[in-house]
């Protein structure tokens, strides 16, 4: 069988660069040629930490690439077509399932997680999770539909008005494509908050009307003597921003988190109370899918990216070959890199 490259994770902090298989495909899957994939945080721990499902385990589920062969129940793509994948795959069984909620799924499978993933030459996909790409969609954009699904999924968790003033709370990956998703439905003013000047620095060169280093001042009171949102997008997953994102929203206002959460978060009275003083909609947001599977998100987002109306090269700040392995990794780690995006490029 013929080989390919692949960044196989045996431990902790152990990524070896190794030949193996490329993988087979059933009747109605899809082999792809990977162009380029990006590391999630998600993947952080999984790589540095070892949380992970078992070993060994190829990571790796932000990607695109060219098709290389389809199986003989394939019809939507072809040999050379440009493509991304949501990673997902729902059982289609559970009632989570059944409801068109395949996120909520009790029993799903996962690219890079629970199966092999991008982290390498080639991957075999549902042709159902297979999203086509228009013929000039760079590689590394492409490669960003995965989390620009989850911010506009985020997004699509409240209610909100064309023209409604706005914030976002923390300006990585997520944050950055939550602000250009607004601009791009018709958002008004954003408010874009977090502690790094260089990442507020590009938020604003990507269309924030108002950046606000937390270091150097209260977002929660700016906002409340220069206009109050009434919509907040919570990217960051800190106990501070967390909690600044209830205070900061107006009366009836609505809230969705979107980071994932490292520590406790401790609401204070106060705070709580406003939730019922203002009658607040606070949701959560998880992942990127919606019925018909994989959901409106990822043709959304395409289309965004072939109308250009979203930007991903400003967060692409570093870019790796797969026998760089654990020093992609290790850089995203590093605060002083000011690192936003990091991605394995293989084309």
């Keep these: 069988m013929d080989k390919m490259r692949a960044l196989v994770a045996y431990g902790p902090n152990d990524l070896r660069l190794e030949k193996i298989d490329i993988p087979g495909f059933q009747a109605d899957e899809v082999l792809i040629q990977v162009k380029a994939c990006g590391i999630c945080g998600s993947d952080m721990p999984r790589a540095l930490q070892g949380a992970v499902h078992s070993y060994p385990i190829v990571f790796g589920h932000e990607f695109s690439g060219c ?58 996909v549902k042709a159902a999770n297979v999203i086509s790409l228009a013929p000039d ?32 709370f923390g300006a990585g990956t997520i944050g950055l494509l939550t602000l250009q998703c607004l601009k791009a439905i018709g958002a008004g003013k954003v408010y874009v908050v977090d502690v790094v000047e260089a990442k507020l620095d590009i ?32 990217t960051a997953g800190t106990p501070i921003t ?25 609401l204070p009275p106060h705070s709580f109370e406003k939730i019922l003083r203002g009658e607040l909609e606070v949701t959560g947001s998880w992942m990127s899918y919606s019925a018909p599977y994989p959901g409106y998100e990822w043709p959304a987002v395409a289309l965004l990216l072939e109308q250009g109306k979203i930007k991903t090269e400003p967060l692409i700040t570093h870019k790796f070959k797969l026998e760089d392995g654990l020093a992609a990794f290790t850089t995203m780690a590093d605060k002083t890199s000011n690192a936003i995006k990091v991605m394995f490029v293989m084309q």
Excluded: W
């Excluded at 938020?203 to 924030?208: F, R, S, W």
């Excluded at 606000?212 to 700016?222: E, L, S, W």
């Design 67 to 124: 098709v290389a062969a389809v199986g003989s129940q394939v019809t939507q793509v072809k040999a050379g077509d440009r493509v991304t994948a949501a990673p997902l795959l729902p059982c289609g069984t559970c009632r989570y399932c059944r409801m068109g909620r395949p996120a909520m799924c009790e029993t799903y499978d996962f690219i890079g997680s629970r199966r092999q993933g991008a982290f390498a030459e080639y991957i075999a």
């Design 137 to 168: 969609t760079d590689y590394l954009a492409g490669a960003m539909i995965e989390p620009i699904s989850v911010a506009l999924h985020g997004i699509g968790r409240v209610r909100m008005q064309a023209g409604a003033t706005v914030a976002v």
């Design 203 to 234: 938020a604003k060169q990507l269309g924030a009307d108002v950046i606000i280093n937390a270091m150097v001042c209260d977002p929660v009171q700016f906002m409340q003597e220069h206009g109050q949102p009434s919509a907040v997008f919570e």
């Design 242 to 266: 967390q909690r600044q994102s209830i205070e900061a929203v107006e009366k009836l206002g609505k809230v969705s988190f979107i980071g994932t959460a490292t520590r406790d978060f401790l």
